[in-house]
C-alpha cells in the first residue's frame, strides 16, 4: 500500500493519457434544494481518484448521477468520450461503469452466489460469468465459504467484500465506491483498502468517496474536495495536506 | 364428520386453495416487484372467461380453449402494464391503485357493451362432473384436475424463480428495486416479466375457475381478485411462498366453513371467513406469515 504511481498526477490530470471519465460542470437538485453545483472533474485510465468532504457535501449524490440513479439538471459526464448523462442505471453497467452503493445494499435474501450471479447479469458470456465466480469466490475466501449462505446472515465487512465483487462481477471499466470502509471494523477496513489497492493492478480505475480521509490519500492517486455542492481543491494526494483538507471541511477554503 | 367426508372436504380444499394460491401469487408477484396493487387483476380472470367463450363458439376442444384463456390473460397482462401503469411509473402508490380501478371499470364496461351483461354457460368436458370412487371415498374429477394443475403450476414457477436469471433478476428487484437496476436489471424487462407471470397465474386460476362456475360475465373478475387480494394479505403481501399458504389457508377455511356451519348458517359462509382473516390481521398484521420475506 505504499506503492505510487511512476507518473505523478496533478490536477490537470496526466498529461498524454486522456481521461476515461470527465464530468463537466454537474449540477443535481432535489426539488428545489441544489446537492451538487457546478462540478468538474476527471479520472484517466487506471487511476484511483479520492471525492471528499464532509457530510452532505454531495458525495453520494455526485456518484448516484454518475450511475444513473439521479438525473443532472445541468452538465455532463462522459466515459471514454461517449456521453453517460441522463441514461439509466441499467445502461449505464453496460457501458462500463458500476457504483458499489453506500451502505452495500447486498441482496440480503439470496444467496452469495446468487448475489455474485446478478452482478454479472449484464453479460452473456456464461462461461466467463461461471469463471469469474469461481474467481472472486476464491479470492474472498470467506465468500467461498459461505456461497450458499445468504447473504443478509453476513457481517458488514463480509457483505462490503461481497458488494464489491458483485459490481465486479460486471467486468466494468470504472468503479464508483461510496463509503466502502463506513461502520466497519478496523480489520475489515484494512481488507478493503487492500483490495482497493489491488485493483489497479486489475486495471479498473476507481473512483472512491471515503469519510476515512487519511486512509483515501494514501491508497489515491489524487482527489478532489466537495463542500457544500462544489469542488473547493483538487491536486495529487501528495499535495492536498491535511491543513487545506481541513480548512475545505470547516467550510472557509472558497467562499461559494 | 365421517373419515371418508374429511377426506373428502380435504381434497376439496386443496382444489380450492390451489386456485385461490395461484390468484395470491399473481397479485403478489407485481406487488413485490412494483409496490403496486393491481386491482385490474380480477379482469383478467373475466378476459380468460369470454376468450374461452370465443374459442368454444369456434367449436375448440377444451384443452385448446384453456390455452387460448391462459395466453389471452398473459396478453392483457402485459398489456396493461404497458398501456396503462408504465406511463405512471414514478406515480404514488394512491394515485397506480385508482389507475387500476379505472382499468378494472372499462374493461367491465367493455364486456357489457360488446357482449352482455348476463351470463354466458361455457360448456366443459362432461369428465369433469364425474367423481371416483377410492374405497369409501368420492372424489370428484374436477378437484382432481384443479389441484393437480395447481400444483403443477407452483412446481414449475418456483423452478423459473429458482434456477432461471429471469427468475433471478425478479427476486433481486423485489429485494432492492434500486439496487438491481444499479447491478444491472432492466426495470421494464423484469416489470413486464413479472406481469407476464401475473397474467398466467391469472389465466390458469381463471380457466380453473370458469371450469367450476362454467359461466361469465362481465363482473366474474371481482369475487377473484377479492380473493387473492385476502390470501396474500394472510400471507403477507409480496411474500410469494405466503401468497401461497395463504391461498391454501383461505379456500381450506371456506370448504371447511361450508361443510361444518348449520344449514341455516350457510349464507354467512363467507362473511364467517372474513371475520376470522380481519381476527388474524388484528393479532398479526404483517400476515400470517411473517414480515416480507424474499424467495419462493
Same mark, same amino acid.
Given at each position: 500500500?505504499?506503492?505510487?504511481?511512476?507518473?505523478?498526477?496533478?490536477?490537470?490530470?496526466?498529461?498524454?493519457?486522456?481521461?476515461?471519465?470527465?464530468?463537466?460542470?454537474?449540477?443535481?437538485?432535489?426539488?428545489?434544494?441544489?446537492?451538487?453545483?457546478?462540478?468538474?472533474?476527471?479520472?484517466?485510465?487506471?487511476?484511483?481518484?479520492?471525492?471528499?468532504?464532509?457530510?452532505?457535501?454531495?458525495?453520494?449524490?455526485?456518484?448516484?448521477?454518475?450511475?444513473?440513479?439521479?438525473?443532472?439538471?445541468?452538465?455532463?459526464?462522459?466515459?471514454?468520450?461517449?456521453?453517460?448523462?441522463?441514461?439509466?442505471?441499467?445502461?449505464?453497467?453496460?457501458?462500463?461503469?458500476?457504483?458499489?452503493?453506500?451502505?452495500?445494499?447486498?441482496?440480503?435474501?439470496?444467496?452469495?452466489?446468487?448475489?455474485?450471479?446478478?452482478?454479472?447479469?449484464?453479460?452473456?458470456?456464461?462461461?466467463?460469468?461461471?469463471?469469474?465466480?469461481?474467481?472472486?469466490?476464491?479470492?474472498?475466501?470467506?465468500?467461498?465459504?459461505?456461497?450458499?449462505?445468504?447473504?443478509?446472515?453476513?457481517?458488514?465487512?463480509?457483505?462490503?467484500?461481497?458488494?464489491?465483487?458483485?459490481?465486479?462481477?460486471?467486468?466494468?471499466?470504472?468503479?464508483?465506491?461510496?463509503?466502502?470502509?463506513?461502520?466497519?471494523?478496523?480489520?475489515?477496513?484494512?481488507?478493503?483498502?487492500?483490495?482497493?489497492?489491488?485493483?489497479?493492478?486489475?486495471?479498473?480505475?476507481?473512483?472512491?468517496?471515503?469519510?476515512?480521509?487519511?486512509?483515501?490519500?494514501?491508497?489515491?492517486?489524487?482527489?478532489?474536495?466537495?463542500?457544500?455542492?462544489?469542488?473547493?481543491?483538487?491536486?495529487?494526494?501528495?499535495?492536498?495536506?491535511?491543513?487545506?483538507?481541513?480548512?475545505?471541511?470547516?467550510?472557509?477554503?472558497?467562499?461559494? | 364428520?365421517?373419515?371418508? /367426508?374429511? *377426506? @373428502?372436504?380435504?381434497?376439496?380444499?386443496? +382444489?380450492?386453495? $390451489? &386456485?385461490?394460491?395461484?390468484? !395470491?401469487?399473481? =397479485? %403478489?408477484?407485481?406487488?413485490?416487484?412494483?409496490?403496486?396493487?393491481?386491482?385490474?387483476?380480477?379482469?383478467?380472470?373475466?378476459?380468460?372467461?369470454?376468450?374461452?367463450?370465443?374459442?368454444?363458439?369456434?367449436?375448440?376442444?377444451?384443452?385448446?380453449?384453456?390455452?387460448?384463456?391462459?395466453?389471452?390473460?398473459?396478453?392483457?397482462?402485459?398489456?396493461?402494464?404497458?398501456?396503462?401503469?408504465?406511463?405512471?411509473?414514478?406515480?404514488?402508490?394512491?394515485?397506480?391503485?385508482?389507475?387500476?380501478?379505472?382499468?378494472?371499470?372499462?374493461?367491465?364496461?367493455?364486456?357489457?357493451?360488446?357482449?352482455?351483461?348476463?351470463?354466458?354457460?361455457?360448456?366443459?368436458?362432461?369428465?369433469?362432473? /364425474?367423481? *371416483? @370412487?377410492?374405497?369409501?371415498?368420492?372424489? +370428484?374429477?374436477? $378437484? &382432481?384436475?384443479?389441484?393437480? !394443475?395447481?400444483? =403443477? %403450476?407452483?412446481?414449475?414457477?418456483?423452478?423459473?424463480?429458482?434456477?432461471?436469471?429471469?427468475?433471478?433478476?425478479?427476486?433481486?428487484?423485489?429485494?432492492?428495486?434500486?439496487?438491481?437496476?444499479?447491478?444491472?436489471?432492466?426495470?421494464?424487462?423484469?416489470?413486464?416479466?413479472?406481469?407476464?407471470?401475473?397474467?398466467?397465474?391469472?389465466?390458469?386460476?381463471?380457466?380453473?375457475?370458469?371450469?367450476?362456475?362454467?359461466?361469465?360475465?362481465?363482473?366474474?373478475?371481482?369475487?377473484?381478485?377479492?380473493?387473492?387480494?385476502?390470501?396474500?394479505?394472510?400471507?403477507?403481501?409480496?411474500?410469494?411462498?405466503?401468497?401461497?399458504?395463504?391461498?391454501?389457508?383461505?379456500?381450506?377455511?371456506?370448504?371447511?366453513? @361450508?361443510?361444518?356451519?348449520?344449514?341455516?348458517?350457510?349464507?354467512?359462509?363467507?362473511?364467517?371467513?372474513?371475520?376470522?382473516?380481519?381476527?388474524?390481521?388484528?393479532?398479526?398484521?404483517?400476515?400470517?406469515?411473517?414480515?416480507?420475506?424474499?424467495?419462493?
Amino acid at each position: 500500500m505504499t506503492d505510487e504511481p511512476g507518473e505523478d498526477h496533478t490536477a490537470d490530470h496526466a498529461e498524454g493519457s486522456p481521461a476515461l471519465l470527465v464530468v463537466d460542470g454537474l449540477t443535481v437538485s432535489y426539488g428545489a434544494v441544489v446537492a451538487i453545483r457546478d462540478v468538474s472533474l476527471d479520472v484517466a485510465p487506471g487511476e484511483i481518484v479520492a471525492v471528499l468532504g464532509p457530510n452532505g457535501a454531495g458525495k453520494t449524490t455526485l456518484l448516484r448521477t454518475l450511475a444513473g440513479a439521479l438525473k443532472p439538471q445541468h452538465g455532463s459526464v462522459t466515459l471514454d468520450g461517449s456521453a453517460l448523462t441522463g441514461l439509466v442505471p441499467e445502461v449505464v453497467v453496460r457501458r462500463g461503469v458500476v457504483l458499489v452503493p453506500e451502505g452495500r445494499h447486498v441482496f440480503a435474501g439470496l444467496t452469495v452466489e446468487e448475489n455474485l450471479t446478478i452482478g454479472g447479469i449484464a453479460r452473456t458470456d456464461r462461461d466467463g460469468l461461471r469463471a469469474d465466480t469461481e474467481r472472486w469466490l476464491t479470492r474472498f475466501p470467506i465468500l467461498g465459504q459461505r456461497s450458499g449462505q445468504m447473504a443478509g446472515t453476513l457481517s458488514g465487512g463480509e457483505q462490503q467484500q461481497l458488494a464489491i465483487a458483485r459490481a465486479l462481477m460486471s467486468r466494468p471499466r470504472m468503479l464508483l465506491l461510496d463509503e466502502p470502509s463506513l461502520g466497519l471494523a478496523p480489520i475489515f477496513v484494512d481488507r478493503i483498502f487492500e483490495l482497493i489497492q489491488q485493483l489497479r493492478a486489475d486495471g479498473v480505475t476507481v473512483l472512491l468517496v471515503e469519510q476515512n480521509v487519511h486512509r483515501a490519500l494514501k491508497v489515491a492517486d489524487r482527489a478532489y474536495v466537495l463542500s457544500v455542492g462544489s469542488v473547493v481543491a483538487s491536486g495529487s494526494s501528495d499535495q492536498l495536506v491535511e491543513g487545506e483538507l481541513e480548512r475545505s471541511y470547516l467550510g472557509i477554503g472558497r467562499a461559494g | 364428520m365421517s373419515p371418508s /367426508e374429511l *377426506v @373428502q372436504q380435504l381434497v376439496n380444499a386443496l +382444489s380450492l386453495g $390451489s &386456485i385461490y394460491a395461484l390468484l !395470491a401469487l399473481g =397479485l %403478489s408477484m407485481v406487488y413485490g416487484v412494483l409496490g403496486m396493487l393491481n386491482f385490474a387483476y380480477g379482469e383478467l380472470v373475466t378476459i380468460t372467461g369470454y376468450s374461452m367463450l370465443a374459442a368454444t363458439s369456434l367449436g375448440a376442444p377444451f384443452i385448446v380453449v384453456a390455452l387460448v384463456g391462459v395466453i389471452a390473460a398473459a396478453i392483457s397482462s402485459v398489456l396493461m402494464e404497458l398501456v396503462a401503469f408504465r406511463p405512471l411509473r414514478t406515480a404514488s402508490f394512491v394515485s397506480l391503485l385508482f389507475t387500476s380501478f379505472a382499468v378494472a371499470q372499462l374493461i367491465q364496461g367493455g364486456f357489457r357493451q360488446a357482449v352482455s351483461v348476463r351470463s354466458r354457460g361455457i360448456p366443459v368436458p362432461e369428465l369433469f362432473d /364425474e367423481a *371416483v @370412487q377410492l374405497g369409501p371415498v368420492r372424489i +370428484s374429477v374436477l $378437484s &382432481i384436475i384443479t389441484a393437480s !394443475a395447481g400444483a =403443477l %403450476s407452483l412446481v414449475a414457477l418456483t423452478a423459473f424463480m429458482r434456477r432461471s436469471r429471469s427468475g433471478l433478476a425478479m427476486r433481486a428487484a423485489a429485494q432492492d428495486f434500486t439496487t438491481a437496476r444499479l447491478v444491472g436489471v432492466r426495470a421494464n424487462r423484469v416489470i413486464s416479466l413479472a406481469f407476464l407471470l401475473s397474467g398466467i397465474l391469472a389465466g390458469i386460476a381463471g380457466v380453473l375457475w370458469i371450469a367450476r362456475t362454467t359461466s361469465v360475465n362481465p363482473a366474474t373478475g371481482f369475487v377473484p381478485v377479492i380473493q387473492a387480494f385476502i390470501a396474500s394479505v394472510i400471507g403477507g403481501l409480496g411474500n410469494l411462498r405466503g401468497a401461497v399458504l395463504g391461498g391454501f389457508f383461505l379456500g381450506t377455511l371456506e370448504v371447511f366453513l @361450508q361443510a361444518l356451519l348449520p344449514g341455516s348458517f350457510l349464507p354467512y359462509a363467507q362473511a364467517a371467513s372474513l371475520l376470522i382473516v380481519v381476527a388474524i390481521l388484528y393479532v398479526r398484521p404483517q400476515g400470517l406469515f411473517g414480515a416480507r420475506a424474499e424467495s419462493v
